[in-house]
């Protein structure tokens, strides 16, 4: 079998969700004995210092005897998730700015008031 009828084989049904710097790639294949199964691939894109970049890749193979069960967890977790923390996205960006706003600095906590200025309406 020539290599582009492996890729045609391996390309039975593909989606690619893309989210942020993670891309997730749901492909569906073929098992040596024709029955079908699920790949799915998380890429993660780092940024070296020098400004290249490298990929690092995990993948979960998912066989049919497994998607009952499998979804059932799923939807569970997600629904605990949404049920316990809500829609709302916390990014690890606003982690660490949450972090530094209300780190201890000489020996008192900042709140976030104090990072404004203190402005009369005189002063206006």
């Known amino acids: 079998m020539s290599e582009k009828e492996l890729l ?41 210092e020098d400004g290249s970049f490298h990929y690092k890749k995990h ?16 939807g569970e977790m997600t629904d605990y998730v949404i049920e316990e923390k809500g ?4 990014s690890e960006r606003h982690q660490r700015d949450f972090k530094k706003e209300y780190s201890p600095v000489n020996g008192s906590e900042n709140s976030a008031t ?3 200025t203190d402005v009369s309406f005189d002063d206006i």
């Not at 993948?59 to 799923?74: G, T």
């Not at 829609?87 to 916390?90: A, P, Q, R």
């Open 59 to 74: 993948k979960i193979y998912l066989y049919k005897e497994d998607f009952e069960a499998f979804r059932d967890i799923l």
């Open 8 to 48: 045609e084989k391996e390309e039975i049904f593909s989606k690619v969700l893309r989210a942020g710097r993670r891309t997730y790639f749901f492909d569906v294949r073929e098992t040596k004995a024709g029955d079908y199964y699920l790949t799915i691939t998380e890429s993660k894109k780092f940024t070296n």
């Open 87 to 90: 829609l709302e996205v916390i």
């Open 114 to 116: 104090e990072s404004f």
